[in-house]
């Protein structure tokens, strides 16, 4: 009986222990800002906070517009190993609507704990790896979302209201005083919109600025490739509107589960015909109006393949959403198919 009870403190004790290194665990991570292109920001200050380590963001960053979910200037630190963050705070002046915003807000640790320890496959190295980059995106109306990044895969941890703020040029930090320069706002904007955006918001207009919320719409789909007899598929890698990113290979790419998943943006794979050589395909943007109508137009009940059929010859591919209920096509997206590359060794 005493061995017993022994017995019974002992595993108490290791799994008290097990679970104190748990929490106690360290972890690798930087900071980054996103905004979207045709909408750029000015950094006034903001910090992703841990128990023992704080990630400072300052106006030195500069003009961010990277695109959404696109991480942009990334700064150092000495700090190797810290807590996972448990808070976010922001402060940040949008250039287009020449408004300031702040906010401040606790984080889900155990969320992020959880989505860090599971981490990911690398396809290149076919070894375990986990994130090690939180994203702050920065949309207009105050919107914010964090995202954690590793290569090629991406999670979306967060999505946040700021509310707008006044700084004036007399109340201002330091380091912001340039943001109330007479003409800052229209160099900063010439320099950010490179012609070819500034093309795109002539003809286009800017972004609904609701889209950045919308971008979150999710529904269950999978893609789906149709290969000419003898093909083999060996990947697929993609980025959804609402800045996720995904890469299929391997068991992923065999299990190839329907999941509750944002719509695509964009998508590349490879694939070897049955003489082993290889192709690919890369659909570099979709157009977002037809895309989401379709999308919409089938909704969030039905299960949805994304299929994509090459012809014999793997010299053209066709695009369609496939359910239980019928397929529809999919006609103005933007893609690039490759020539056949060196003949695979297996």
């Not at 930087?30 to 963001?57: C, K, M, W």
């Not at 359910?323 to 893609?335: C, H, L, P, Q």
Request: glycine content about 6%; hydrophobic content about 35%.
């Amino acid at each position: 009986m005493v061995i017993n009870k022994f017995k019974f403190l002992l595993l108490g004790v290791l799994c008290s222990l097990s679970m104190m290194n748990g929490q106690n665990k360290k972890y690798s991570w930087l900071g980054s800002v996103s905004a979207p292109q045709e909408y750029p920001v000015e950094i006034y200050r903001g910090a992703i906070a841990a128990n023992d380590f704080t990630y400072d963001f300052d106006a030195s960053l500069g003009t961010q517009n990277t695109g959404w979910g696109n991480e942009g200037n990334i700064r150092k630190v000495k700090t190797e190993k810290m807590d996972l963050p448990h808070q976010l705070e922001f402060t940040w002046y949008s250039l287009t609507e020449k408004k300031f915003y702040t906010g401040k807000w606790n984080l889900n640790k155990s969320n992020i704990k959880k989505l860090f320890d599971e981490g990911f496959i690398d396809q290149d190295t076919r070894k375990w790896m986990t994130y090690n980059t939180f994203i702050v995106g920065l949309a207009p109306k105050g919107k914010v979302v964090l995202w954690a990044k590793g290569p090629k895969n991406q999670k979306e941890l967060g999505f946040f209201q700021a509310h707008d703020t006044l700084i004036t040029k007399e109340n201002a930090i330091k380091d912001a005083q340039y943001m109330f320069k007479d003409g800052f706002v229209e160099g900063a904007l010439y320099k950010a919109f490179k012609p070819e955006l500034r093309k795109k918001i002539e003809e286009d207009g800017y972004p609904a600025e609701v889209s950045y919320e919308t971008y979150r719409e999710r529904y269950s789909w999978r893609p789906v490739v149709i290969l000419p007899e003898g093909g083999v598929w060996l990947d697929f890698g993609f980025i959804t509107y609402n800045g996720e990113e995904e890469n299929l290979f391997a068991k992923s790419l065999k299990d190839n589960t329907y999941k509750e998943r944002a719509v695509p943006r964009n998508f590349g794979f490879y694939w070897r015909d049955k003489d082993k050589n290889r192709y690919a395909v890369w659909i570099d943007s979709f157009n977002e109006k037809e895309i989401f109508e379709l999308f919409r137009k089938i909704g969030k009940e039905e299960e949805i393949d994304l299929t994509i059929k090459v012809n014999e010859k793997n010299t053209q591919v066709v695009l369609s959403l496939i359910t239980d209920e019928g397929e529809v096509s999919i006609t103005k997206a933007k893609m690039r198919l490759s020539r056949k590359m060196e003949t695979a060794a297996n």
